[in-house]
């Protein structure tokens, strides 16, 4: 089976059993869930990602099984998987691309954030100020000062 092909079987089996992990705030990853472990199988050597076999949550059913992937590898199936997506699912992927873009900024907006905290401690621990006294002055606990000075 070529790439191409491999692509187009996981977007039907998508289309039927799989879904986006979206909250309000946060693009999680996207599942796919099914009793058959063999095909999420063929999924996770083609595709990556993890599958986990939750809860039986009634004694008399089939034990099913998630398969999942991290956001950065959704984010990449998902606009692999985009131009042959039907419109219910592109309208729904487009907006887990959006939230995923919105979590990445303000994921490196923290990071930057933090990154010019650190520099600030130490510099400020260069000059012979004690944790507290940083702490003090920057406006954070002294364990935080002390995370930091240590990193």
């Known amino acids: 089976m070529t790439d191409r092909d491999k ?16 909250t309000p705030k946060y693009a999680k990853w996207i599942t796919i869930t099914s009793t058959d472990r063999d095909v999420l199988e063929r ?5 990556g990602g993890t599958i986990i076999k939750p809860t039986l949550r009634r004694e008399n059913w089939k034990q099913e099984y998630v398969w999942y ?10 606009k692999e998987m985009l131009p042959y997506l039907s419109v219910r699912r592109v309208k729904r992927a487009n907006e887990w ?3 995923f873009e919105k979590n990445m900024e303000t994921t490196k907006l923290k990071e930057t954030k ?9 510099d400020y ?6 944790q507290l006294e940083i702490a ?3 406006g954070y606990e002294r364990s935080y000062i002390a995370k930091l000075l240590k990193d």
């Open 7 to 22: 692509l187009f079987w996981f977007i039907g089996l998508f289309e039927g059993e799989g879904s986006f992990s979206l």
């Open 43 to 47: 999924v996770q050597e083609t595709f």
């Open 69 to 78: 992937t991290t956001k950065v590898e959704s984010s990449k199936l998902i």
């Open 97 to 99: 691309l959006e939230m």
């Open 114 to 122: 933090r990154e010019n905290l650190k520099t600030r401690v130490q």
């Open 125 to 130: 621990r260069k000059t012979g100020m004690t």
């Open 136 to 138: 003090n002055l920057v």
